[in-house]
C-alpha cells in the first residue's frame, strides 16, 4: 500500500502493551531524627522527583509515547529513506499517514482524531525535520532547550527551566538528530571530533557534545533564535532595569561612550546588546562581529560577519580577530562584537581607543570589576608583553561603561549595574557605580523582590550628555529608599 516509498520485505511493528505500566511505589522513607542544626536549615529541595504518573492524562501520554516508539520503528523499517529526499510534503505526510493507520489497525488500536493528527506530525518532524526537537523548536514560549542525553531535555520557558515529557528513544536516535543538524550545515561530529558548535536553518545556536567525551549521552543546547528580539522598552516593561537607566543609557549610546555588556551565561549580554543598539543614529555605518549572527539591528547602514571555526581538515578559520582587523579597514563608525572572548580584545581596545567612539561587546564576568579584570586577562593570554599598568591604562580609556546582566536565582534577568570606568587611580582603574538593583527579600515562593536604584553618585558624562542634547535630570541618580 505505501508503494513508492517503503523497502521490500520488511516485517510490520511489534505490537505494544495497551495499558500503561502501573506506578511504582516510591521507596519508603524512614523518618530522620532532626538535629538543631538541621532545623535552623531550610530544607534541602527535593531530589528530581521521579515521574509517577497520577491520572488519565499521564497514562494516555504513556501509552501514545509508546504506540509512537513502536511506529518510529516501522516506519523507519519500512520507509525507503533515500526516496523520501526527493518526495513533496502532501505525498510523505499521506504516506505517513497511512503507514501509521496500517500499524494501528493491526495492532487494533484506536485513537481520537486529535491523537491521531498528533502522531502524523510527530512521525513526519521524525522523518524530515528534527525529531522529538522539532515541537520545541515550534514552541515560542520555549527560548532554550538543553539535552541532558536522550532521556532527559530540559526547556526554558519565562526564565524558568523545567523537564519536558520529550524523550528521544534512545542515544542512537538522538545522534541520528545531531548528525542530521550539524551535516546540514557541513560539518561532523563523531568520536574523534566529539563537540560542534553551528547556527540552524532558522538562526537557532546549537552546541552538542557526544560520547565519550558526554559520560551519560550526547549534550545538546539550542538557544534559539527570537524573531523579535526583545526591545528597551520590553525590557522595561518586563522589569530588566528602569526607565531611568534606559535614559541614561539612551545618552550613553547616542553620545558614543564605548560599553561593555558583562554577564554571565545566558544571563542576556546580547538581548541587551541588541537593545542599546536600537539607541544607534540610522546615519552611522555599524559593522557587526559574531561567532553565530544573533543580533539583529535596526538601523539601514549595518554590515554583518560571521567568524569561522576550522574545518574538519583544521583549515579554513577566519577568527573573530580575522574579521575585526578587516572590520577596521571598512570605514565602520561604530563596531559592535557579540562576544569577545579572547585574542581579538586587542583589536577591540585600540579600535575603542582611536576614533570607532561608542562601540559595543559583552564579555562573561560576574561583576564590573571581574569584567576589568577578565579584559586584563584576555590581553595577557594573547601574548602581547605590556606592563599590567599599561594595560590597565589602554583599558580604563578605551571602556567607558560597564553594564552588568544577570540572570538571578528565581530565574528573572536584570541589569544589576550600570558602573563608569573614570580613569586610573594609582595603578588600579577607578570606577563609580551610577545605577543598581537593590534587592531587599524574597517572597515566600522565592520571587526576588528589589528596585533599582540611583547610587546618588552624578555621572561623570553629564556635560557630555548636556552638550549632544540628553539632558538628563539629575533627579534620576538619586537613591530611592526602599518601600
Ligand atoms: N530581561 C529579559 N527577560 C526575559 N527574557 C530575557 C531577558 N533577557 C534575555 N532574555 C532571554 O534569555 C535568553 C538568553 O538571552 P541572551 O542570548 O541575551 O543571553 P546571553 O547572556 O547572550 O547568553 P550566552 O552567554 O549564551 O551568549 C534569550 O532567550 C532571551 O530572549
Ligand atoms: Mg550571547
Not at 68 to 86: E, I, P
Not at 328 to 333: A, F, I, K, S, T
Not at 369 to 390: F, H, T
Request: hydrophobic residues 35%; aromatic residues 4%; proline residues 4%.
Amino acid at each position: 500500500m505505501f508503494s513508492r516509498y517503503k523497502k521490500s520485505g520488511t516485517g510490520g511493528a511489534k505490537p505494544v502493551d495497551q495499558e500503561a505500566e502501573a506506578p511504582k511505589e516510591a521507596a519508603s522513607t524512614k523518618p530522620v531524627e532532626e538535629t538543631p542544626n538541621q532545623s535552623l536549615r531550610r530544607p534541602a529541595p527535593a531530589v528530581a522527583a521521579k515521574a509517577v504518573p497520577q491520572d488519565k492524562e499521564r497514562k494516555r501520554k504513556e501509552r501514545m509515547a509508546e504506540i509512537k516508539l513502536d511506529l518510529h520503528r516501522s516506519l523507519l523499517d519500512n520507509l525507503n529513506l533515500s526516496a523520501l529526499d526527493t518526495a513533496t510534503e502532501a505525498d510523505l505526510r499521506a504516506e505517513i499517514s497511512s503507514i501509521a493507520g496500517e500499524v494501528l489497525e493491526e495492532q487494533s488500536i484506536v485513537l481520537n482524531r486529535e491523537d491521531r493528527a498528533t502522531l502524523t506530525q510527530e512521525l513526519y518532524d521524525e522523518v524530515r525535520g528534527l525529531g522529538p526537537l522539532e515541537t520545541l523548536l515550534k514552541d515560542d514560549t520555549v527560548n532554550d532547550i538543553l539535552v541532558n542525553g536522550p532521556q532527559q531535555i530540559f526547556v526554558e520557558r519565562a526564565g524558568k527551566l523545567e523537564l519536558s515529557d520529550i524523550t528521544f528513544k534512545d542515544e542512537k536516535h538522538l545522534l541520528r538528530i545531531i548528525d542530521k543538524i550539524v551535516s546540514a550545515v557541513g560539518r561532523r561530529v563523531d568520536e574523534s571530533n566529539p563537540y560542534v558548535d553551528a547556527r540552524l536553518q532558522d538562526g537557532s545556536r546549537f552546541n552538542a557534545m557526544v560520547p565519550p567525551i558526554a559520560v551519560d549521552g550526547s549534550l545538546v543546547s539550542i538557544r534559539k533564535f527570537k524573531k523579535d528580539k526583545l526591545g528597551i522598552d520590553d525590557l522595561v516593561k518586563f522589569g530588566a532595569f528602569s526607565e531611568e537607566m534606559a535614559a541614561y543609557l539612551q545618552a550613553a549610546v547616542a553620545t558614543r561612550l564605548n560599553v561593555i555588556v558583562s554577564g554571565g551565561t545566558g544571563s542576556g549580554k546580547t538581548t541587551t546588546l541588541n537593545a542599546l543598539s536600537s539607541f544607534i543614529d540610522n546615519s552611522e555605518r555599524i559593522l557587526t562581529i559574531e561567532d553565530t549572527a544573533e543580533l539583529q539591528l535596526q538601523q539601514i547602514h549595518v554590515g554583518r560577519m560571521e567568524s569561522r571555526p576550522p574545518n574538519v581538515e583544521g583549515k579554513g578559520e577566519v577568527s573573530p580577530r580575522d574579521c575585526l582587523k578587516n572590520a577596521l579597514r571598512m570605514r565602520p563608525d561604530r563596531i559592535i562584537v557579540g562576544e569577545t572572548r579572547g585574542e581579538e580584545v586587542i583589536d577591540m581596545l585600540q579600535a575603542m581607543n582611536t576614533g570607532h567612539d561608542g562601540s559595543m561587546t559583552t564579555i562573561h564576568a560576574n561583576n564590573p570589576r571581574d569584567g576589568i579584570s577578565r579584559l586584563e586577562n584576555m590581553v595577557a593570554m594573547a601574548g602581547i608583553e605590556m606592563p599590567l599598568k599599561a594595560v590597565r591604562s589602554q583599558i580604563s580609556s578605551a571602556v567607558n561603561l560597564m553594564v552588568q546582566a544577570s540572570r538571578l536565582q528565581d530565574g528573572s534577568r536584570r541589569m544589576t549595574s550600570i558602573t563608569e570606568i573614570t580613569g586610573m587611580e594609582g595603578d588600579v582603574i577607578s570606577m563609580q557605580e551610577i545605577f543598581r538593583f537593590q534587592r531587599v527579600g524574597l517572597t515566600s515562593d522565592n520571587k526576588i523582590i528589589g528596585h533599582f536604584t540611583g547610587t546618588g553618585v552624578r555621572s561623570n558624562f553629564t556635560e557630555r550628555f548636556r552638550l549632544w542634547g540628553y539632558d538628563l535630570p539629575p533627579s534620576i541618580f538619586e537613591p530611592i529608599a526602599a518601600e
